[in-house]
């Protein structure tokens, strides 16, 4: 009876060990197909607007930027003929194009023909910055007396030629009393390079936000109108609450797997609908946590303020960009047309110098006030839970997170190491652009910082 009974428990085994090896092999299928779109995503919108705003060649970006992970292994295509890359991995496949004015945007739920369809606005420019002074122009003042220049060109060649601080750095540039000391690039990049800012776009949707309440367009402390958020918490929310990251949205920002951040930047065409979509987790007001999302409903509300997106896009060239010197930055737009004001507006370093100046100056720009006075001082005012380290889209070193400078730092950070420092007390501005990802490097922007201040006397 045994014998007989001890193939059927065998069977049972290997049945049971066949079926969880199936259920196995589905569920990694199902989860390798999931982050697919993000696999393929990301190169394909990176390559576009490197090759296409940057003036990069294809194979620098992919064995400098998209040297990692997965991403080292997609097939990319670049199309110079319709302006477009096709990043290709496995069975999946991802396709991004580039529109004069609108940058890159990956195509995702929207129909290629009617996204190509959609033209940017004319914008007169109403200057040659070639043939004008410094800020709103290149032509440059003497360095200063009150900088050693010597000091901080031994500090460019640390940066540029031995990859100093644990980095690699594509641009440095330093501003003293309004004056630019030093400035350095790769051999690849020059002063006409626009950068991507990752996220320190967020700090130039403050500004944006700024400009709109100064116009009586915006109230920050007004809850806002979504339909969808009447019948819970979410009614509380307001403008303010977004722009400190503490809306209680739920929200997670995880760039290394399948997160909320990764889903919005590579799956999604409309960036804010699946941002206030999210239900609540907390009540407004109550809980810090740092949302991508929460900038780009900031966005959307400023494109619905708005009669319609002619207006919409000329605003930011118009009211901050041409107002600073940066006339010729790239605000890039999602699929559903409203800019990416959490992670993509491309830029020289010398634009985001300047952008650096227009805070260092409490909102005055050659003798021009762009932001509601005042709007500084609420940037840079810290949120309650941040402990100090966060301010309105902008962060704070309150908290001596960098022991090496003064306390009124603040800053616009990006992913990457995207760094401007806006240093008050020493009339200060330092801007670093572009290291790669690479596990095992954290530039040390603690000692670079150090170095920096010792120079200015």
Known sequence: MNKNHKPSVVKRILRGVLIILV???AYGIYYVNSLLPIITGYPAKFLCSAVFISNREQSEVEAMDLNFSFIRYVSNTVDLTDSSVTSSFLWAKSKAVYRKGFGATLVRGVDEIELRKVKFPKVDLAYNQDTIAWPLGNKLPPKSATADTVKLERIAEKLMDDDGY????FAFMVVH???PVVEAYQPQFDETTRF???SMAKSFTNALVGIMVKDGKMDIQKPLDFSQWQADNRKKITLN????????LKWNENYGTRSDVTRMLYCESDFARFTYDKPFAFDAGTNWNYSSGSVNVINYLMRKTFAGDTEYYRFAQQRLFQKIGMPNAVFEVDASGTQVGSSYLFATARDYARFGLLYLNDGVFNNERILLEGWVKYTTTPVEDSDGEYGSLFWLNKSKYYPAAPEDMY?????????????PSKELVIVLLGYSPKPDRVM???ELLGDILQTIQ
């Not at 609450?241 to 209680?248: I, K, T």
């Open 166 to 169: 644990d980095g690699h750095a």
């Open 444 to 446: 040390n922007f603690n």
């Open 241 to 248: 609450d977004l722009m400190q990251m503490q809306s209680g």
């Open 23 to 25: 259920v196995g092999l």
């Open 196 to 198: 991507l800012s990752w």
């Open 177 to 179: 009393k309004g004056i």
């Open 411 to 423: 800053s616009c950070n990006g992913h990457d190491g995207q760094q401007i420092f806006i240093i």
